[in-house]
């Protein structure tokens, strides 16, 4: 009888720590899969001060939150009035934290449908948008966020 005791023990015990690590390995993965990317983390911004497209910009990309800020600056080559969803990042706030993620060549802020982009690795690494017709290109300036 007390050998059936320790078995059922023993039993209980080893179902209770597969449990445990089968539903950490689960949440892992979850939480993994909704940040960005660690080649994405970092400070970027627009190639000069001067922007060919007529905005000067920058984001603050960290594990799963980013910053926009600019894009607010004088237009030049985007239409005399363009609509908020083909100037770079327009529909969001500037200079406040979203919480975001990045799969499959996009980039997911808040609850907005994914912006594609493209990260080569040159040097410095450069990490290109698309905004419709419109190609946004930005350098990281720091791997600090």
């Known amino acids: 009888?007390?050998?059936?005791?320790?078995?059922?023990?023993?039993?209980?015990?080893?179902?209770?720590?597969?449990?445990?690590?089968?539903?950490?390995?689960?949440?892992m993965a979850w939480v993994d899969s909704k940040s960005f990317d660690y080649d994405l983390r970092g400070t970027w911004e627009t190639n000069t001060p001067t922007s060919p497209d007529g905005y000067v910009g920058r984001l603050v990309i960290g594990y799963n939150?980013?910053?926009?800020?600019?894009?607010?600056?004088?237009?030049?080559?985007?239409?005399?009035?363009?609509?908020?969803?083909?100037?770079p990042f327009g529909s969001f706030g500037k200079g406040v934290k979203y919480e975001g993620y990045s799969e499959e060549g996009k980039l997911y802020i808040g609850n907005a449908a994914g912006i594609p982009y493209h990260?080569?690795?040159?040097?410095?690494?450069?990490?290109?948008?698309?905004?419709?017709?419109?190609?946004?290109?930005?350098h990281r300036i720091s791997t600090d966020y």
Not at 4 to 23: C, D, E, G
Not at 119 to 138: A, E, N
Request: aromatic share 12%; hydrophobic share 40%.
């Open 65 to 87: 939150h980013i910053t926009i800020t600019g894009y607010t600056g004088s237009i030049s080559n985007w239409p005399s009035s363009p609509d908020e969803n083909t100037r």
């Open 119 to 138: 990260y080569d690795t040159s040097s410095p690494p450069v990490l290109t948008f698309y905004f419709g017709k419109k190609i946004q290109i930005l």
């Open 1 to 27: 009888m007390k050998h059936t005791n320790k078995l059922a023990f023993f039993s209980a015990a080893l179902f209770a720590a597969l449990l445990a690590l089968v539903s950490t390995a689960c949440d």
